[in-house]
């Protein structure tokens, strides 16, 4: 039997397999049926179903954090042990790895079907996209950097709202939904940029899976070297996003005695 940070690194890998696996998945469905069977909209539902049915899988053993960015956040403004942020992040990359890998044996024949074999990244039969995130063709570096700030400052002050049982505070169970449809509201709302990374392990774990499973260093060169984007920017989102709440909410509760 695990124990300690090995047994909650066990389940952020399994919860954010369970994560990457559905909205990697519906994404797959959505590009290789031509929006025959999927859409934007089911895009952004499959990602918010994705991130309730991982927090559930995990959040009773590790506190369901899915995302490095929000693993380097609790450190800094919620004394999580900063020993436990490097075993967690790389779980939660191998477990967006690994889900990956599991949509890319499950729609082989798919892929093939759709781009003759040939992975390509940029293009009318692109499929890298289908794994991580890439930016529209107008969007700068420094545009796009802005984009996942905003994202995951969205994400980071909601998830601490939720959770907040000093503000109204949502039951356990009642988490995941609120979590999830977070995170379809920020894809409904500022998905066009980007696709909302907003996770360096939702990103780079499908991104180095396309490096080794036949699309090259492409995955990494286009976009003007997007890549590092969705990496460092969701971290500086996050840590912003709880900075935001702790200064304009948290710090200003009252405590039960000086509300009567």
């Known amino acids: 039997m695990l124990k300690g940070t090995a047994r909650e690194a066990a389940a952020e890998f399994f919860g954010t397999f369970i994560l990457i696996a559905f909205g990697v998945g519906v994404v ?45 956040a609790l450190a800094v403004h919620r004394a ?7 075993p967690y992040s790389i779980a939660q990359i191998a477990g967006a790895f690994g889900a990956s ?4 044996a499950t729609y082989r024949e798919a892929l093939s079907a759709f781009d003759g074999g040939v992975r390509a990244v940029e293009g009318a039969t692109a499929t890298a996209g289908i794994f991580a995130t890439y930016p529209q063709p107008f969007l700068s570096i420094a545009g796009g950097f802005v984009d996942q700030v905003v994202g995951t400052m969205l994400l980071m002050a909601g998830v601490l709202a939720v959770t907040d049982q000093k503000n109204v505070g949502a039951p356990a169970w009642f988490i995941g939904p609120l979590v999830g449809m977070l995170v379809i509201a920020i894809g409904v709302a500022f998905g066009f940029n980007a696709g909302y990374a907003i996770n360096p392990a ?18 990494f060169t286009a976009g003007g070297g997007w890549w590092w984007v969705p ?21 200003h509760h009252v405590a039960p005695e000086a509300g009567r």
């Not at 959505?30 to 559930?56: D, E, H, R």
């Not at 180095?208 to 260093?217: D, I, M, Q």
């Not at 990496?231 to 710090?251: E, F, H, M, S, T």
């Open 202 to 219: 939702r990103d780079f774990g499908p991104r180095l899976f396309t490096f080794v499973a036949g699309w090259g260093s492409g995955v």
């Open 28 to 72: 797959a469905q959505t590009v290789l049926s031509k929006n025959a069977n999927g859409s934007f909209l089911a895009i952004n539902i499959g990602w918010g179903i994705g991130v309730m049915l991982g927090i559930y899988a995990s959040a009773g053993v590790s506190g369901a954090h899915l995302n490095p960015a929000v693993t380097v």
């Open 80 to 86: 999580f042990p900063w020993s436990k942020v490097l």
């Open 101 to 104: 890998a599991l949509v890319f």
């Open 231 to 251: 990496i460092v920017a969701p971290i500086v989102g996050a840590i912003l996003g709880a900075w935001a709440y702790d200064a304009l909410i948290n710090k």
